[in-house]
């Protein structure tokens, strides 16, 4: 844990930069998020958005942010590099970013389902439904071994899909011309046809990227200032109370109010830069990826002694509290000897936080 502390506090200072900090507390609306719908996973047996408004909206505001990291980042590393990005490094980057922890989840989920199951598909079977599963979200995710729903393993999976594509689309996209339209296009499809609006988020985060360069005084002095602070919780709030989802337009506004504030240099009272932020922050990625399977270990163990749908609501948190503390650990292993000696080796280009994040 102190290697991790140091590095977030030093080297990896690079790659945690000012939106990094926000990863933080975006990575533990998730684990909430998914703790619900969990549960009512048990109670209905169905896995849907959760009924409560709230915990809705922490999860998708903490998607929407990841995104929102993601597009400010690199944005970021175009305009200090005037858009001479090379596209050949850049995907290599986010290889070795993304994948080596995205290979030991699907280890993990296959050792999983070997070793609790009975072989039930034929090795041909498969090996084909563990190689959409390394498709990083752009396939869909069959059940695996005849495990009913299997993917919910692995239930933030969709959200690499759309940071793949961003990727793929961003050394086109650093040239002017070619971004502005690109934007344009985007904007107006996902508007008029009120799909995948979270889409925006990029565009969002592009947009804090280009701001934050211009380095306006009074607009900087205004967001570092202790009213925008205030600010903050007050758009936050008006979120969480006027609104039923952060999918739309107008979240995603106040949303890039919030992070522009806070990527200025706003820390919101230092809440954003303590010690167990740093933690949290720098290993953001392997938490987001291995807080869904270890709940969903933990719950399934705890489910064939007590039924999950049987459980008070302390009881339950209590268990959701005990699995958040290895996730941590298991985090906190992962990114010193899974992520770290991959992410020492490149230097081109800074690392999304997120699935990214986000993500």
């Known amino acids: 844990m102190q290697f991790v502390l140091c590095r977030s506090g030093s080297a990896c200072a690079r790659v945690l930069s000012a939106a990094g900090w926000l990863a933080r507390l975006s990575c533990l609306g998730s684990i909430f998020y998914h703790a619900v719908i969990f549960y009512f996973f048990y109670v209905t047996g169905k896995w849907q958005v959760s009924p409560s408004v709230f915990y809705t909206l922490l999860g998708q505001i903490a998607v929407s942010l990841f995104f929102m990291i993601t597009g400010f980042l690199f944005w970021s590393k175009a305009i200090q590099t005037r858009g001479k990005v090379n596209s050949i490094k850049l995907l290599q980057s986010r290889l070795r970013r993304l994948v080596p922890m995205y290979a030991v989840l699907l280890v993990f989920g296959v050792a999983f389902i070997a070793s609790c199951l009975m072989l039930r598909s034929g090795y041909p079977d498969l090996a084909a439904q563990m190689l959409r599963w390394m498709s990083f979200g752009f396939m869909d995710l069959p059940d695996v071994n005849g495990l009913n729903k299997s993917w919910i393993i692995n239930s933030v999976y969709w959200t690499l899909r759309y940071e793949w594509l961003f990727y793929l689309l961003l050394p086109w996209a650093y040239r002017d011309v070619a971004f502005v339209v690109l934007v344009l296009v985007a904007s107006t499809l996902v508007l008029t046809l009120h799909q995948h609006i979270v889409l925006l988020s990029f565009v969002f985060g592009a947009v804090t990227a280009w701001l934050s360069s211009k380095n306006i005084a009074w607009l900087m002095r205004l967001a570092q200032s202790r009213l925008a602070?205030?600010?903050?919780?007050?758009?936050?709030?008006?979120?969480?109370?006027?609104?039923?989802?952060?999918?739309?337009?107008?979240?995603?506004?106040?949303?890039?109010?919030?992070?522009?504030?806070?990527?200025?240099?706003?820390?919101?009272?230092?809440?954003?830069?303590?010690?167990?932020?740093?933690?949290?922050?720098?290993?953001?990625?392997?938490?987001?990826?291995?807080?869904?399977?270890?709940?969903?270990?933990?719950?399934?163990?705890?489910?064939?002694?007590?039924?999950?749908?049987?459980?008070?609501?302390?009881?339950?948190?209590?268990?959701?509290?005990?699995?958040?503390?290895?996730?941590?650990?298991?985090?906190?292993?992962?990114?010193?000897?899974?992520?770290?000696?991959?992410?020492?080796?490149?230097?081109?280009?800074?690392?999304?936080?997120?699935?990214?994040?986000?993500?």
Do not use: K
């Not at 609501?313 to 292993?333: D, E, I, K, Q, R």
């Open 229 to 359: 602070s205030v600010g903050v919780f007050d758009v936050l709030g008006l979120l969480f109370w006027r609104l039923d989802t952060a999918y739309t337009l107008r979240a995603g506004v106040m949303l890039f109010v919030v992070f522009f504030i806070h990527t200025a240099g706003n820390s919101l009272f230092g809440l954003l830069v303590s010690a167990p932020a740093r933690l949290l922050g720098a290993t953001s990625y392997s938490l987001y990826l291995l807080h869904s399977p270890i709940l969903f270990l933990a719950l399934y163990f705890v489910n064939r002694w007590a039924p999950i749908a049987s459980l008070d609501a302390l009881s339950y948190w209590s268990v959701v509290g005990l699995a958040g503390c290895l996730l941590v650990l298991a985090g906190t292993l992962t990114f010193r000897w899974v992520e770290y000696p991959f992410m020492s080796q490149r230097r081109a280009v800074p690392a999304s936080s997120t699935a990214a994040v986000a993500a």
